[in-house]
């Protein structure tokens, strides 16, 4: 091999690239993105997040730079290198050089290899120029909180995750890439490399990690997946360590993950070894084509005479010819294109590409409580709609753009541009071709979405009409939309390296817009995050937007057509002549004479923005709730207000036409110990016709920007009552959404969900301190004295006080329509249902719910669901009835008859408890799958029936520690009941599942202690759910049955009825007294309650030796977390539960040892049982973190 030679190949092609727009795009992408990362906003989840908090991970540190690179290497760099390596060979073929170069004395390798090191050459510059980028704007550029998220500055720290992670991946693609380009020569094939390694890592190797994932199997991933992100996410940032950790310490790399980053590196430079041998063999005929291998075929023929014709002139041979119509074009240029598409792999193998991505995504898909889903048609047509509409676009660039190009790569153009056939039916040929892709992608997806249903055991039909609706009605237009985009660009440019450029910018400015929130209905072309689905009601409540955002781009789509037409290039033009056709007034006189064609999107657009701007999340309706802020907040955030004493409400309900009216009566008490002379109340801002009236009489207060505030000509006495009268109408949701979504409350065709917690149907007599409060004028939480809680603790929630509540309510006879309490009548009338409830027992909060059910019946239950939706009724029914039985025995009597459930439609995803009346999402319970590992539709009706004791009958407190006894008391209670009713396996199985939960959602340096959590930050709902209902698990089992649910017991009843509303502080106090072992007691709150502890095991050196018929076991016991816990260890043989072999029974041998932070214990067990594996806490009693690291096979 010669060197020298080498050297000009790789000088000329390196050369070459440092003139190619790809090159200059990626540097300009990378260093917008490094801007935007050195803010801050991409950084590593820990650390403190409040307003104005401390804590801040760095974005300097090697965790930080480790943990981006290997995304922005990967997202960015595969792209453009499978671009540039991938034609390297294929581009001299195009432009007809490789004869002259090869007539030459430069051999194959040498060829290959310079070619290769030209291309490796210039993205090492390129990742030389991204560090430089990093290090100037994390280091150097201005930032207003560059003392916070700025570090010392250390070279190391983007060294080596640049040679440790960005390199293996960047050469390992090129050699990918440079292969398939040598071997194929075909530039779909090269650019649909980058497409697939994308499909599979971001849908599934980057994240995909189920609690229950074998070890093995993880560090498997781990090891082969390409950028490196999963291994350092998996092995340093999943457990959150705390910001110092990841500020100060460098990353530690293990061995295996450097071998198999070494691994990475030598597959690169082996892929383009054997591209040398492959292109040795082309270059002496022993490789080739379908097309050589018949040439040669019919070479080998015998000849055969040809037969004579016999001599005449031309006109005895009756030749004619016609200009091609326009659909014979058409026809013609399809069946071409198609036959080069199916010609080719690519097809082929992002069908089942696509098949296994969907697969993958549903089957490992969660939802509330991270409790599997049991999918329909219509949901997996919407949740996969984003992640297709992705993966199609990309698809579609890339097929489109070397489609329209094919002539000139060809020489075909000569011939086919200079025939009479029309401009229009060749594009719509080639666009047609390229529906193919579309079609195939579609097609896999919907065979995926049935494999799906069929491995969730077929329970749930399958169903075409969804996917017409969400697939043929919104993807559709949007691929061809898009298709039609990158063919203007082409057309416009005549590169189809200018329209990867421009369509991934297209891309990637989209995305960052939609995440930022930055976009409406006129700005979204593919709909990303906009679409719900509903059984109950398909598209609601977006319907309407969604039929103009799709007639807006379709008239988008004719003006790109035409435009295209107009401008798609049948002659070649020298250089000069096509930057003049670039010019901008050649393209503005281009522009204006295309006018009248865009006019109907012009008008579209503008009518669909006025919608918008109209609408409920407009900015007219943001600057009313800045007004009522601004207004308001010094006059009434402390101001004292009265309590509901009674609720009176008529409801007229038209959910088709989405119409509400409402006539009814507030008693208001005044439950301070001082004169009240006004009081305000707060209205819905789509309320219209509004009208009062106080004791009886028309009234008319000031209206301050949507806070009526009543002036009482005679101030209201301590404990006296005002009887406020109110109507209204309105519709709800009010005109169109910004950009799409779901809505927690309306009145919609679908069904309706109204409560009180807001001003959705009703005036609130408070004022509103969230509305109208954004990131301009938020304020940082309140602080709380640790004594905050001694004295009157005013209630978390609503006024405090129960009272009666009385609903009338009249719509549709086909719904049906429920409030809390009592049925006392019900009508039906010249097709109009008539219903008055009346709560039995006082209330704290109220609610209205309709919709079209059919009924399940059980002993003081009743489940009121969508007539298809019966796959877990049973289930949830035994769980609500076992909830209604159990909770009474254990906590408090429940105070009321009736104990309804009813499922609203999936716009919104929650579940709510109200008193007798309790709410489920369709994606809660109802669509939920029960598996071995997770009774989910038992977890999720356990969970939100315990509320009724949690959050109704017992109020929690305003403060830190409050929310917690609702919501981790309503996982206590579920931990009980699945002890109860599913046995012990059950139980430990949902325990570890939250367990799991909160070491993947913690974060260290925010977490505070139990009674100090608020539930201010995101990273609060796991210790108010997870490690609420965990701790507080244990506290029973500490206290014992009869100890515990005694104190329970006694703490309702104390609590139950306030003006007194408890916090964690009362509990643990109240519950004192009913410890049998009061110091144990004291030792268990203190360490749980008051601090932040959480162990975590490590077993080493354990060993097991026969004695005998005996055996023992020897291991050390290590808590690498913190607090000194009491646990048991085992030693084990066999399975339980459903793993459990008849021949192979569970046995156990444990002890129980105390560990301190940082020690070791010893831990000797004798058995009469050969064991396998070494476990600590078998029975799942005990909270820890990484518990599958807690065992070891012997």
Not at 178 to 202: D, M, N, Q, W, Y
Not at 424 to 452: E, H, S
Not at 1123 to 1146: C, H, I, M, N, Q
């Amino acid at each position: 091999m010669n060197l020298a030679r080498l050297r000009a190949i790789q000088g000329v092609d390196f050369r070459s690239y440092l003139t190619r727009p790809p090159v200059y795009f990626l540097l300009v992408l990378l260093a917008l993105t490094s801007f935007g990362l050195s803010s801050g906003d991409m950084a590593i989840m820990s650390g403190d997040t409040t307003v104005g908090g401390e804590s801040k991970q760095w974005m300097t540190s090697e965790f930080t730079v480790a943990m981006v690179f290997p995304l922005v290497a990967f997202l960015f760099y595969v792209f453009f290198v499978a671009v540039l390596a991938g034609m390297a060979i294929p581009r001299d073929e195009e432009l007809r050089v490789g004869p002259v170069i090869h007539a030459t004395k430069l051999s194959p390798g040498e060829y290959v290899w310079g070619k290769f090191a030209a291309v490796l050459g210039i993205f090492l510059l390129v990742l030389a120029a991204h560090l430089a980028f990093q290090m100037i704007f994390n280091h150097l550029w201005p930032h207003a909180d560059a003392e916070k998220i700025r570090g010392p500055f250390l070279l190391m720290n983007y060294l080596r995750p640049a040679t440790l992670l960005a390199l293996p991946c960047l050469v390992f693609f090129a050699g990918a890439s440079f292969a398939v380009g040598e071997f194929t020569r075909k530039p779909i094939l090269i650019f649909v490399t980058p497409v697939l390694a994308f499909l599979v890592s971001i849908f599934f190797l980057f994240d995909w990690s189920p609690s229950w994932l074998d070890p093995r199997i993880n560090n498997l991933l781990m090891w082969i997946e390409p950028s490196g992100y999963r291994w350092i996410n998996e092995t340093w940032l999943k457990v959150d360590r705390g910001v110092d950790f990841y500020n100060t310490t460098p990353v530690g790399y293990d061995m295996p993950f450097l071998l198999s980053r070494l691994a990475f590196l030598v597959a690169g430079f082996g892929f383009v070894a054997m591209s040398v041998g492959h292109h040795e063999k082309s270059l002496r005929g022993n490789v080739g084509t379908k097309t050589r291998s018949l040439r040669k075929q019919r070479l080998q023929e015998p000849a055969t005479s040809a037969p004579a014709y016999a001599s005449g002139d031309l006109r005895s041979l009756d030749m004619t010819a016609r200009s091609p119509g326009f659909v014979r074009t058409v026809i013609d240029v399809a069946a071409y294109e198609s036959r080069n598409l199916l010609s080719q792999p690519g097809l082929y193998l992002f069908g089942p590409i696509i098949l296994l991505q969907i697969i993958l995504n549903f089957v490992f898909d969660v939802g509330a409580f991270d409790t599997p889903i049991l999918l329909t048609t219509g949901f997996a047509a919407v949740g996969a709609l984003n992640s297709l509409t992705l993966m199609v676009t990309i698809l579609l660039m890339v097929y489109t753009a070397e489609s329209v190009m094919r002539d000139q790569t060809t020489g075909l153009a000569p011939i086919s541009f200079s025939t009479p056939a029309r401009t229009g039916a060749m594009l719509l040929g080639k666009a047609l071709a390229n529906g193919l892709v579309g079609a195939v992608i579609l097609l896999a997806a919907a065979l995926g979405i049935r494999a799906v249903m069929l491995i969730q055991g077929g329970t749930v039909p399958f169903e075409i009409r969804p996917l017409l609706i969400v697939w043929g009605g919104l993807l559709v237009p949007t691929l061809i939309v898009w298709a039609s985009f990158i063919t203007a660009v082409v057309a416009l440019t005549r590169s189809r390296f200018a329209a990867y450029g421009v369509g991934l910018a297209a891309l990637i400015y989209s995305a960052w817009k939609n995440t930022r929130g930055e976009v409406n209905w006129v700005g979204n072309w593919n709909l990303s995050g906009a679409v719900t689905w509903s059984d109950f009601g398909s598209l609601d409540p977006n319907a309407f937007a969604l039929l103009l955002n799709r007639a807006f781009y379709l008239a988008v789509l004719v003006f790109l057509v035409a435009f295209t037409v107009r401008v798609f290039p049948r002659r070649d033009f020298d250089s000069g002549a096509t930057l003049d056709r670039l010019r901008p007034w050649p393209l503005l006189k281009t522009a204006f004479r295309m006018l009248p064609v865009a006019l109907p999107a012009i008008v579209l657009g503008s009518f669909l923005n006025a919608q918008v701007s109209d609408g409920h999340q407009g900015p007219a309706a943001e600057k009313r709730a800045e007004d009522y802020w601004g207004r308001n907040v010094l006059s009434w955030i402390d101001a004292p207000e009265p309590e509901l004493g009674a609720v009176d409400i008529a409801v007229e309900l038209d959910p088709p036409e989405r119409w509400f009216r409402v006539n009814g009566t507030y008693h208001l008490v005044n439950a301070t110990e001082e004169t009240m002379r006004r009081f305000p109340m707060t209205t819905g801002d789509h309320f219209e016709n509004v009208s009062w009236t106080l004791h009886g009489e028309e009234f008319e207060p000031d209206d301050r920007a949507g806070l009526f505030v009543f002036e009482l000509a005679s101030p209201l006495a301590p404990g006296d009552t005002v009887v406020v009268g109110f109507s209204h109408e309105g519709t709800y949701p009010k005109g169109l959404s910004k950009n799409g979504g779901g809505a927690a409350n309306f009145v919609l065709p679908a069904g309706v969900v109204l409560t009180s917690f807001n001003t959705g149907f009703l005036p609130l007599p408070s004022f509103d301190p969230d509305r109208g409060v954004d990131e301009d004028n938020q304020m940082e939480p309140k602080e709380w004295e640790d004594d905050f809680f001694e004295g009157i603790t005013p209630p978390a929630l609503g006024v405090g006080v129960r009272f009666p509540v009385r609903t009338e309510i009249s719509g549709p006879a086909e719904y049906r329509y429920h409030g809390v309490g009592v049925k006392q009548s019900e009508t039906v009338e010249d097709g109009v249902r008539h219903v008055v409830w009346k709560s039995d027992f006082p209330v704290n909060f109220f609610n209205i719910v309709a919709g079209k059910w059919d009924v399940w019946e059980g002993e003081g239950v009743e489940i009121y669901h969508h007539p298809k939706h019966t796959y877990n009724i049973d289930m949830m029914g035994r769980a609500l009835e076992g909830s209604r039985k159990y909770y009474s025995e254990w906590f408090y009597p429940y105070p009321w008859q009736d104990l309804r459930l009813n499922e609203f439609p999936g716009i919104a995803t929650y579940a709510q408890g109200f008193p007798t009346n309790i709410t489920f999402s369709e994606h809660i319970g109802f669509l939920t799958r029960a598996t071995e590992e997770s009774n989910a539709p038992f977890l999720v009706t356990a969970h939100e029936a315990a509320h009724q004791w949690w959050g109704n009958i017992l109020m929690p407190g305003e403060g830190p520690g409050g929310n917690i006894l609702s919501e981790g008391m309503a996982h206590f209670s579920t931990i009980l009941l699945f002890d109860q009713m599913e046995g012990e396996e059950a139980r430990a199985e949902f325990c570890k599942g939250i367990e799991a939960s909160y070491g993947d959602s913690r974060r260290v340096d925010s977490e505070k202690p139990l009674v100090k959590t608020l539930g201010d930050k995101p990273s609060d709902t796991t210790v108010m759910y997870d490690k609420g209902g965990w701790v507080f698990y244990m506290l029973h089992r500490l206290m014992g049955d009869e100890a515990s649910f005694a104190g329970i017991r006694a703490f309702v009843e104390k609590y139950g009825g306030g003006p007194d509303f408890p916090v964690l502080q009362d509990y643990v106090r109240e519950m004192r007294a009913f410890a049998p072992d009061a110091e144990a007691y004291d030792a268990f709150v203190d360490q749980w309650f008051f601090d932040v502890v959480v162990p975590e095991f490590r077993l080493e050196d354990s060993v097991k030796e026969a004695d005998g018929d005996a055996w023992v076991v020897t291991t050390r016991v290590r808590n690498r977390g913190s607090g000194t816990v009491s646990v048991p260890v085992a030693a084990v043989r066999g399975e339980r539960g459903e793993d459990a072999a008849a021949d192979e029974p569970w046995m156990a041998e444990e002890t129980r040892i105390v560990v301190a932070p940082g020690d070791e214990v010893e831990v000797v067990l004798r058995t009469d049982f050969e064991p396998q594996k070494v476990v600590v806490d078998p029975d799942v009693t005990v909270l820890m973190l990484e518990r599958h690291r807690a065992e070891v096979d012997l």
